[in-house]
C-alpha cells in the first residue's frame, strides 16, 4: 500500500540506510564532515549558487534565511498558506522580530503582480518596509502546486529593482522539477542539474520520496538551500548567503581598517603639522630674541663708544686744567721768590 497521507511519511530504503550507515562523518562546526562539505559543494553546484549550508530540517532553513534577509521591524510578504506563515509557529517573529504581510492565491498559484501591488521596500519611519518576499515551490498547503517560471523570474527580477530578496522555500522543489521539467539550474539561474542523489548513490530511489529543498533564491546569485531524503533520514540541505556574508563582512573589515589607517594617517599629518608648526613659531621667536640681542649689543656697543668719547673728552680737559694750574703754580712760585 502506498501511504498518501504526505511525502514525509516515507522511509529510507536498505540501500539509503546502508550509504548513510557507512557515510565518513566528523566534526560539521570544524569543517571535518566530508559528507556535509561534499553536500554543500555539490548541492550548491547543482544551483549554480557560491555556497551551501547544511541545516538539519527545512523550517530551520526557512528560518535561516528570513533571519538572513530581514532585519527585526522589517516584513516578509508571503501566501496566506504557505509554510513560513502557517507551520512555523510563528518563528520568524518569535526568534527574529520579523512581521509579515501576505496575499491569498487560489491554489497558492504565483502572479508576481500579487505580492508586488502590497510591497513596501522603503516604507519610511512608522510603516513597516519589505525587505523579502517568500515563495513556495511546490506550494504545499495549496495542493503542491507548481509555480510557473515566468512568474518566479518576473518576480524576481521587479522585486530586485525595488531591493527587495526573493526566498524560495523549495521544501519540494524537485517535484517542481520533476513534474515542470524545469532544471535546477534554471530553478537557481544557472548550472545544469543531473543527477542531485548521486552524493548518496540513491540513483535508485523515486525522486518522489528524496525530494524535500528548502532553495533559497536571495537574488537569485548567492545561496541555495536543500533538502534530500525525506522521512527517516531527512537529510536537508539548506543555502544561505554565508560567504557572501563573509565576503562582505570581510571587505567591510578590510574597508575599516584603511578608514582607520587613513584616519591615522591624517591625524598623525595633523600632529606633524602642529610640531612643524611648533618648531617654525619656536624658530622665529629665536630669530626675534637674536634681533633684539644684536640690537641690544649695538646699543651697549654704542653707549660704551660714547661714554669712551666723553671720557677721553674729560680727560684730555681736565688735562689742559692741569697744565694751566701746573703753569699758574710755577708764574706763582716764581713771583714768590722774587
Ligand atoms: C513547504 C514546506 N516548507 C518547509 C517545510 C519544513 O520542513 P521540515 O519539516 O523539515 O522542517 C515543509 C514540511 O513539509 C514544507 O512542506
Known sequence: MIDLRSDTVTAPS??????IASAPVGDDVYGDDPA????????????GKEAGLFTPTGSLANQLMMRTLVQPGQEILAETNSHVVRAELGAAATFSGITS??????????RAEDPLAIAAPNAGPYLVSTAAIAIENTHNFGGGTVQPLDQMKLLHEQAHEMGIAIHLDGARIWNAHVASGVTLAEYGNSVLVTRALELFSLADVDPAIANIIAYNLADSIDAVAMTTLRGGSNVIYSGSTATSTADALLALATALGTRDQ???AVDAAAEATD????ATDAANAAAEAADAATAAAQDAADAVAALSTQVSEMVAALKKQITSLTNL?????KKVRA
Do not use: C, D, Y
Open 275 to 278: 610640531a612643524a608648526n611648533a
Open 36 to 47: 556535509v562539505n561534499a553536500l554543500e559543494e555539490r548541492v550548491a553546484a547543482l544551483f
Open 329 to 333: 703754580v710755577i708764574k706763582i712760585q
Open 101 to 110: 504581510r501576505t496575499w491569498l492565491a487560489p491554489s497558492g498559484t504565483l
Open 14 to 19: 536498505a540501500a539509503m540506510r546502508e550509504v
Open 262 to 264: 587613513a584616519s591615522a
